[in-house]
């Protein structure tokens, strides 16, 4: 019997419903592409302000949807990913703050993705769907905070990917964006990212039942997604950690070739899951939209890139994340204090790797909850 997640408190944001907002009118992307009609799924949380200055808007990592916190319904085992630093009294604090979560174009959890029907013959795209950038995701998001009727937001904030995003929308918006928290995340993805990425993407492809990316039809490449969901959720995680959780413990018995050890339990686990929920054909959009992030390369430098943002930036990297490590926070900030610009940076000494972004949240809290305030006195 699978446990049932407690009614949400008065601590929390309580029930909350996955909303879409639809256009006719297509999405030029990046490519020269346009991609219409589209459909962004989003969450609010909080009240926006009358003079509607309270505005935060939180960006997902690559596994990430629209539902960042609270719960949908009395059943749900979890509340939303992010549900320990959204609401009363947290770091995005509900009581001050109107918050927003939207699922990425190219995404499976509501926005128009892989999966969605293409407007020619109502099947979904497929192999039919285009590359996407990081900043066609943040276009895509412009229009939902422009339909809200926002026009500047007080903060954009995010975590790995969610980083990616929330440096793109400071400098392809700098009057929209008052401040960027940055958590986990980089300037580019680095050869080491992409070529985890890669071999995730190889995975899937490599899967018989993936057909070109066009099995809608038929069985899902579940093999080769739950390969690359293993090797990625390896690089979130960091050895202590592991050694910590789960050492090399393992049934007992002679081996063979199949799971043993407590950490292959773990993996497998954890690919089913990821299995129920996503889409193979997102995985591959998204991860190359990602590999794709390079903002130097974009606007010449980095320096350059920062000197077209004005918002504040907070960024916090994390001592045991060996995917965007802490050196990657400080190339930002020297590029970004080359630029004029303002950029604090805070170290969170913790062993739980990359996704400490996502769990280490007193710690981060602290230093959020600051930064927000100084920028609303402002």
Known sequence: MEAIAPAPTSEGVGFVRTQRMHWTTPLTLTSGVTLGPLTIAYETYGE????????????????????????????????????????????????????????????????TGPSSPHPVDGKPYGSRFPI???????????????????DTLLAVAGGSMGGFQALAWAVEYPQRVRGAILLATSA?????????????????????????????????PRDGLAVARMLGHITYLCEPKLEQRFGRRGDPGPLDLGPHF??????????????????????????RAMDSWDLAARYGSLTAAFDLARARFLALAYSS??????????????????????????????????????????????????????????
């Open 262 to 287: 407590a950490i292959e339990h773990y993996l497998e686990h954890q690919a089913a899951r990821f299995n129920e929920r996503f889409d193979a054909n997102s995985y591959l959009t998204i991860t």
């Open 132 to 150: 996407i950038t990081i900043e066609d995701m943040v276009h895509a998001q412009q229009r939902l905070i422009d339909a809200l009727g926002i």
């Open 188 to 220: 580019r993805s680095s050869p080491q990212t992409v070529a985890w990425n890669y071999i995730g993407r190889r995975a899937i492809m490599a899967d018989p039942r993936w057909r070109g990316g066009d099995y809608y039809d038929g069985e899902p």
């Open 48 to 111: 926006l302000a009358p003079d509607r200055s309270n505005a935060i808007l939180i960006l997902h990592a690559l596994s990430g949807d629209a539902h960042a916190a609270g719960y949908h319904s009395p059943t749900d085992r979890k509340p939303g990913w992010w549900d320990g630093m959204i609401g009363p009294g947290r770091a995005f604090d509900t009581n001050r703050y109107f918050v927003i979560c939207s699922n990425v174009i190219g995404g499976c959890r509501g926005s």
């Open 321 to 378: 994340d060996w995917l965007y490590p802490p050196s990657e926070t400080y190339h930002m900030a020297v590029a970004a204090q080359a630029a004029g610009r303002s950029f604090t940076t805070h170290l969170i000494m913790t062993d739980a790797g990359h996704d400490a972004f996502l769990t280490d949240i007193a710690a981060q809290s602290v230093v959020i909850r600051e930064f927000l305030d100084r920028l609303g006195s402002e």
